[in-house]
């Protein structure tokens, strides 16, 4: 089972990403599911490799998930629980073809397994959905805030 959704965001897709990945600040993203991600070992530094373990707690519940991209256009990852629960889940961050300046936001994942039955059972591309308006939300009131500083600033 394939899932995706997308959301036009006023914000650059390196405003985009940037967001997405600052884990530590995770928590202002109004999201039920992901409630933080943390790397592994925590104190680890510097951009997140290919390959990299990160834990994320999703609904209560601690996933390891392993880093399968992380490029300007794309981050990527999968999870394997119990050798049962499967899927690669991807954020693509592109230039938005109707609005020079913002970014066509994707969110998609492919589920495998029993993950693939199971989430048929569930409102998932609601989910997905809900969570492009709240990663929305987050990312022009950080880029509206940014503007904020940089104008009192001058």
Same mark, same amino acid.
């Given at each position: 089972?394939?899932?995706?959704?997308?959301?036009?965001?006023?914000?650059?897709?390196?405003?985009?990403?940037?967001?997405?990945?600052?884990?530590?600040?995770?928590?202002?993203?109004?999201?039920?599911?992901?409630?933080?991600?943390?790397?592994?070992?925590?104190?680890?530094?510097? @951009? +997140? =490799? &290919?390959?990299?373990?990160?834990?994320?707690?999703?609904?209560?519940?601690? !996933?390891?998930?392993?880093?399968? %991209?992380?490029?300007?256009?794309?981050?990527?990852?999968?999870?394997?629980?119990?050798?049962?629960?499967?899927?690669?889940?991807?954020?693509?961050?592109?230039?938005?073809?109707?609005?020079?300046?913002?970014?066509?936001?994707?969110?998609?994942?492919?589920?495998?397994?029993?993950?693939?039955?199971?989430?048929?059972?569930? @409102? +998932? =591309? &609601?989910?997905?959905?809900?969570?492009?308006?709240?990663?929305?939300?987050? !990312?022009?009131?950080?880029?509206? %805030?940014?503007?904020?500083?940089?104008?009192?600033?001058?």
């Amino acid at each position: 089972m394939f899932v995706s959704a997308e959301i036009e965001i006023a914000a650059s897709p390196e405003e985009c990403r940037r967001v997405l990945l600052d884990w530590e600040n995770w928590g202002e993203i109004n999201n039920d599911v992901i409630r933080s991600i943390t790397r592994i070992p925590p104190e680890k530094s510097g @951009p +997140v =490799e &290919k390959g990299e373990k990160v834990n994320v707690n999703m609904s209560g519940m601690d !996933v390891q998930f392993t880093v399968q %991209e992380n490029t300007p256009n794309e981050f990527k990852w999968r999870f394997d629980k119990f050798l049962v629960l499967a899927g690669i889940h991807s954020y693509r961050f592109e230039p938005s073809k109707t609005t020079p300046g913002q970014t066509r936001f994707v969110n998609a994942e492919e589920f495998i397994r029993l993950n693939n039955i199971l989430m048929r059972m569930m @409102p +998932v =591309e &609601k989910m997905f959905h809900e969570f492009c308006e709240q990663f929305k939300a987050r !990312v022009e009131s950080v880029i509206g %805030e940014s503007a904020l500083i940089t104008e009192g600033g001058a």
